[in-house]
């Protein structure tokens, strides 16, 4: 079946460095694709979302890019914080409404 | 402006007992979206609620059901618990019948435990 999945279960990155978090997914209907954060005990927050219009979307200290033709998304994150760690899921929606999860990917950052 | 609210957080049934979770959505959303989140894993969609009415499912049995109330709040119900059910779930809001390209906004679920 078609599935979003991410390439690295875990990634541990230096603080101040730059993190860069990758996903591939299959569904070449998807047209919708968003990033979220989940720490521990809480709910996904929304980070940045990107159109398949669209072939990188900049916000604060982080950068989504898009490549459709391999099917593969990407989080980058500047500057990497302690509290940049967290579990970071990428998803898509085809055009059905629903959101489809990776397994993520957990995020450390050493001090 | 309150974000998406859940209750209650935490709640421990047995096997066979059936469960009510609770949704407010995000002020100015109308659409509310459930997933079950087993631990390690990522979210999985349940179903999609729009003007009260369930607009998608997923590959979920039909012991899981729902409703949605006129001010847009959600209840998610599910009988005869089994042990595989427990797991956070969590509430989405998004705004809009277009809901595919709307960011969906979520709470920080309910923990089911079943023993």
């Known amino acids: 079946g078609e599935s979003v999945g991410l390439h690295l279960p875990t990634l541990s990155v230096q603080e101040g460095d730059n993190s860069i978090i990758n996903c591939a997914y299959s569904n070449s209907a998807s047209d919708y694709f968003i990033w979220y954060k989940q720490e521990s005990g809480k709910g996904p927050q929304f980070i940045i979302d990107i159109r398949s219009n669209m072939d990188k979307r900049q916000g604060q200290r982080v950068t989504v890019l898009l490549n459709k033709t391999v099917k593969h998304l990407s989080l980058q994150i500047a500057a990497t914080q302690p509290g940049d760690s967290a579990v970071y899921f990428c998803?898509?929606?085809?055009?059905?409404?629903?959101?489809?999860f990776g397994a993520g990917t957990t995020v450390t950052v050493r001090a | 402006d309150a974000g998406v609210t859940q209750s209650p957080t935490h709640l421990i049934k047995t096997r066979g007992q059936q469960v009510t979770l609770r949704c407010s959505p995000k002020s100015g959303h109308d659409t509310v979206s459930w997933y079950q989140q087993a631990l390690g894993q990522g979210p999985q969609f349940i179903f999609q609620?729009?003007?009260?009415?369930?607009?998608q499912r997923g590959n979920f049995p039909d012991r899981f059901s729902g409703h949605q109330f006129p001010n847009y709040s959600s209840e998610l119900n599910v009988n005869a618990l089994l042990l595989g059910d427990s797991a956070l779930y969590l509430c989405?809001?998004?705004f809009g019948a277009g809901g595919g390209n709307q960011p969906q906004h979520f709470g920080d679920g309910t923990r089911l435990s079943i023993l």
């Open positions: 609620y729009y003007e009260e009415e369930e607009r």
């Open positions: 989405a809001s998004s």
């Open positions: 998803a898509e929606i085809p055009n059905d409404y629903k959101l489809s």
